[in-house]
Structure formats: structure tokens, C-alpha cells
């Protein structure tokens, strides 16, 4: 018995946020979209396709998002454009503790969701 890997993760929006939601994750970032289950699409929210995981955006009211260090990585090529293009959007770039052998930065999506961008030396 073993766990084999990391299927998906699941952050939340607020609800009513889904077109927002959709802008800035599939249009500012780039990730596609991918169909969820018939079963699933009236709870709201949407799916990613990211490399060879989901990110699950679902919806969700009455979450202070801003109150925790939980977050995502994404690895990322020419960081530097990265946080170019996130500052022209207007998020606060962070300051991350080094970690050797990386460059990253960290932000917050729209909605408070804590994110960070990271690229191998």
C-alpha cells in the first residue's frame, strides 16, 4: 500500500467570482480549462489543467484566504516576465525566503489565494 503521486489540488473563489476567476487564471496565466464531470458542474467552480495535474478552482463563501501561508508553486520559465506581467496586473510581489538553487516570488490571486512563482537556477 502506497500513495503514488499527487492528483489534484483545490483552491477556492468566492462565489459569483467564476468569469473573474476564469480571466485571471486561464487568460493572465494561461492555464486551459478542462472539463468537469457532468456529476460536478453544478457545484460551481471550474477545473485546470496544469502539466500533468488539475488545479480544482472551486467557490466557496466566509473564507478569510489572506489569513494563511497554504499555497501553490508554480514552476515557471523567465521569471522575471512572470512577475513583469503580474506587477502590470497590479499584485504586490513578495519577497520569498531563498531557497537555494531557485528564484521565486510569491503573490496573492485576486481573491487572496497565496501563489508562487518559482524557476531553477
Request: with cysteine; net charge negative.
Amino acid at each position: 500500500m502506497s500513495i503514488l503521486g499527487l492528483h489534484h489540488v483545490q483552491i477556492t473563489i468566492p462565489k459569483e467570482a467564476e468569469e473573474q476567476g476564469r480571466q485571471f487564471y486561464c487568460e493572465l496565466l494561461g492555464l486551459p480549462e478542462i472539463e468537469k464531470p457532468g456529476a460536478l458542474q453544478g457545484r460551481g467552480g471550474f477545473w485546470l489543467q496544469v502539466g500533468d495535474r488539475q488545479v480544482h478552482v472551486g467557490t466557496e463563501d466566509g473564507v478569510e484566504r489572506k489569513a494563511t501561508k497554504a499555497h501553490l508553486a508554480y514552476q515557471v520559465t523567465d521569471i522575471a516576465e512572470w512577475q513583469t506581467r503580474l506587477e502590470a496586473y497590479g499584485l504586490k510581489i513578495l519577497t520569498s525566503v531563498p531557497i537555494p538553487g531557485y528564484l521565486r516570488f510569491e503573490t496573492r490571486d485576486p481573491f487572496g489565494n497565496r501563489l508562487e512563482m518559482i524557476q531553477p537556477e
